[in-house]
């Protein structure tokens, strides 16, 4: 792959960046746990969100990130059983929609909140927690190619 990828010009670095950080979902799901906890007293400020430092944001994001990946879990096995070509495509909405779910109903919980200000709360927080997620990720990367430098066939 990657003596191809230096023959046709392409760059080493953007796969890796795409595969090996952004891709990888355990890496994405940290960058999103640190992204919420970081967020989330600023999105939630008129609700008590001043109330708590940042680790127990952490805290509070890993048990979301735990009920995410046990619900994902379960969807698994259902979406296994959906026959057509769209099975991947509906297992995919399942799970955003399982998450964003879970994520409302925990802030509405905690925050004692009604449905129609903790989702759109929730929506807000999970829109700028990707996006702060991915520039973190970003720049882990590029940090990473500075510490270690650049590796691969398109850089030899």
């Known amino acids: 792959i990657g003596e191809s990828m230096a023959d046709s010009g392409g760059s080493f670095l953007l796969v890796i960046l795409g595969k090996k950080v ?4 355990v890496t994405y799901s940290i960058l999103l746990l640190f992204s919420i906890a970081l967020l989330t007293p600023l999105v ?3 609700n008590g969100g001043r109330r708590f430092n940042y680790v127990e944001y952490l805290f509070i ?20 059983l959906l026959p057509g070509v769209n099975a991947g495509l509906t297992a995919n909405l399942l799970m955003a929609l399982s998450y964003v779910g879970l994520i409302a109903w925990d802030y509405r919980q905690f925050f004692r909140m009604r449905w129609r200000s903790a989702l759109p709360k929730t929506l807000i ?22 510490i270690i430098g650049p590796v691969g066939p398109a850089f030899a």
Do not use: C, E, K
């Open 61 to 80: 994001g890993a048990y979301m990130t735990s009920q995410r990946f046990m619900v994902d879990f379960v969807l698994l096995f259902y979406t296994t």
């Open 22 to 25: 952004l891709g990888n979902p």
């Open 44 to 46: 939630f400020w008129r």
């Open 125 to 146: 927080l999970l829109l700028f927690a990707y996006f702060l997620a991915l520039v973190l990720g970003i720049l882990l990367f590029i940090v990473v190619v500075l």
